[in-house]
Structure formats: C-alpha cells, structure tokens
C-alpha cells in the first residue's frame, strides 16, 4: 500500500523522505517544500543505493511509479538500469558534438598544454574564417573527408600553405576526436599528403656590400618623411640585435636592462620557447634613450600610434611596409634582415654556432644550448659590438 497520494505529493511541504514501499520509490522532499525529487532504491551487486530519477512536477506520481516498476523489473533480470541510461547519454552526447564544440575542446587543450597565445589565435582566425561558417554547427559523426577537402579545395589554389594549414588543423582535431572517444575513425586521416606545405623560399635578404645603401634608404627616407622616426629606431634595434619582428614590435621596457646592457625576451613571446637574453651594443643603447620620449609612458617601446588598435604595440609589420616605401619590396623584409645580418657576419670571420646562438637558434642538445648560452654571452656581446660599430660606420667593407 502506498504511503502517499497524488494530493499528497502535490501539498506536503514538510522537508524529509517518504517511501512508496511497493515500488521501491521515494519521495524527497526539500527545505520548504521547494524541491520534490524522485528516489528509486535498491540493490546492485549486493550493494545498496538510492538514485534520482526525476523530479515533481515535470514528472507526476504516476510517472514516477511507472518508472520505479520498469528499474525494478530490470534489477530482477540483472540489468543495471542506471549504467545502460548513462552508456544511452553518453552516446547521445557523442552524436550530438559538432565540429564547432569539438574545434573549441582542442584550442582549450593547446592553451593548457602552453601555446602561445598568438599561436592560437591564428588557428581561430582560419577557423573562423575558413571551417566554421561551413561546418561549425555540423555534427562530427556526419563529416567524412569530401567535406574536409571541399574546403581545402577553396584555398589551394590562391594560399596552398593555407590549405595545408586548414588540412593541419583537421587532422590534430579529429585526431583529438578518436582520442576522447568521440569518433572511431579520422576522415581527416593522411589529409596533409594530399595539401602538402609549398616550398618555402627565405625570405629576401642583401648581400653584406648592399648594406650601406640600406642604411642610407633608411635616413633618407626619415629626411623626406617616408617613414617617421619610431619607425627608423624600430628597424635599426632590429638590425642592429638580429630579432625577429614580432620580438622588437612587442619589445616592452621592463625586458630591458640598461644597467647590464641586455634584452632578456620571456619563454612566452619566444619561438623556441626558451628565455632568450641578448646583449646590447652602445649603439643599440643610444637609440632606445632616443625612443623614450615618443613611447608616452607605454610599457611597449615602440606603442601603437593608431588609437584603438588590434595591438597596444607597433604592427610586427611595420618595418616591412617602411622597406617597401623604400622601394625594397621583393629584394628585402624585416625578417630578412636577420639573415642579412647572419649573412654578413660570417663574412665578418664568425662562426656559425655563435651567430645562431645571437639569433636564437637551437643549436646541439639541451644540455649544451644551455651551457652555450651562458659561455657564449660574452662572445655574443663582442660580436654585436663589432656588428654595430660597422652599421655606425656605415658597412663599409
């Protein structure tokens, strides 16, 4: 016999546990009457529990009854109700991932194995403008590998090192898919073989007697106003320390040590991942003392002069639009002014593991780039020294 009624369910407020015996049902009741749960209890493998299975009044007494008898006739055949509905759930969960959702896991998982955060950027950027539009709301178990190609297909022709990119990008997500259980096949499987990357070709750079006219274009481009002077200190500390352009755009004054003449670039804004410090001439010194005044109080050395812009720093490609006004445009960039520079010092009687270590370059194993960087700083410093006192004098071989 029942110890309660529909009347009762739907009135009694007082907070407790009230049993409907005959079924293995419960009624929990909670403080105030606010909640009223649903319990079946029972025993699985010799062991007692007691399991919500609904709630009033989204589910009535009825309801309720019908649905204890139904875990009960289970229980009585050896069926683990409870585990066969979360086996069910976990399939519905599975088929109703889209790509999307699933996109989003993996560029949590990047960030919390440490990528940088420009890195990942980049990877929503081409998703949102590439994927998502197209499948971003497609569940993942309906995309096979016509629809992954189909979009390669739309970049390959006008940015091949995008469609490899956007092949990249499928294989690691789906790739993740199989791993968590989602998916038991990639059907962006082998995908790069058929986008390979293009051959790259360096970037353009000036032999070492092709300096001093460089230098020249850059001062008489300041004179005639093709560049402003930010932007002449900006690409000369590049020059003249061998870094990356996006190293001397985010440049910020606390990585700069004028007591000890060094530039110490953070583990997180590196390349190779690895703290780089990197000695810095007179020179080098003279032009950011210069700087001072046009940086406002920023913490960047070199601020953005757009109001509201995307970056609170100078474009990384700023140096590279001041080369083209300068009518450099297919014989130099600013990353080629690394190798410009990489270039000429070995013509300058250096060797080549003291300047990839100036420009921070993996150079033999991690035990030894360790213990190269310390015993090299000095050497380093020597070298850049020599390097700006021949792009002061002019590069004058």
Known sequence: MATFTATFVKNEIKNGWYSDHA???????????????????????????????????DMTLAQARQLALYIRSNLDNDIDYFAELEKANEKNKKNSITFGML??????????????????????KRLDKHILPTLGDTPIKNINKAALREICDCSVLKAPYTANRIAGMFQSI?????????????????????????KTTNNPHLPIGEIAELLTALRMGLQFELIDSVTYRMALIQFHTLSRPTEIAALKWEYIDFDNASWTIPVEEMKNKQTHTQPLSKEVIALLEQQKPFSEN???????????????????????????????????????????????????????????????????????????????FNQRREMLNHWSEFLAGGAII
Do not use: C
């Not at 079924?23 to 025993?43: C, D, H, Q, V």
């Not at 990047?110 to 990528?115: D, F, L, P, T």
């Open 23 to 57: 079924n293995n049902l419960w009624l929990f009741i909670g403080r105030n009457g606010k909640s009223k749960a649903w319990k079946f209890k029972g025993r699985i493998k010799g062991k007692e529990f007691k399991k919500t299975i609904g709630y009033y009044p």
């Open 103 to 124: 996109a989003n896991e993996w560029l949590d998982l990047k960030r919390a194995k440490g990528m940088r955060e420009n890195t990942i950027a980049t990877d929503q």
């Open 174 to 198: 789906f790739e993740h898919a199989v791993i968590s259980d989602y998916i038991d096949n990639s059907p962006a499987q082998y995908l790069t073989k058929l986008y390979p990357k293009p």
């Open 298 to 376: 920023s913490p960047y050395v070199f601020p953005s002069a757009i109001r509201n812009a995307k970056t609170p720093h100078r474009n990384k490609e700023t140096v590279n639009t001041a080369l083209k006004r300068l009518k450099y445009r297919g014989r130099l960039t600013a990353h080629g002014l690394r190798h410009t520079g990489a270039t000429a010092l070995a013509v300058l009687g250096y060797e080549r593991d003291l300047i990839d270590t100036a420009l921070s370059h993996f150079v033999g194993n991690e035990v030894s780039r360790t213990y190269n960087k310390d015993k090299m």
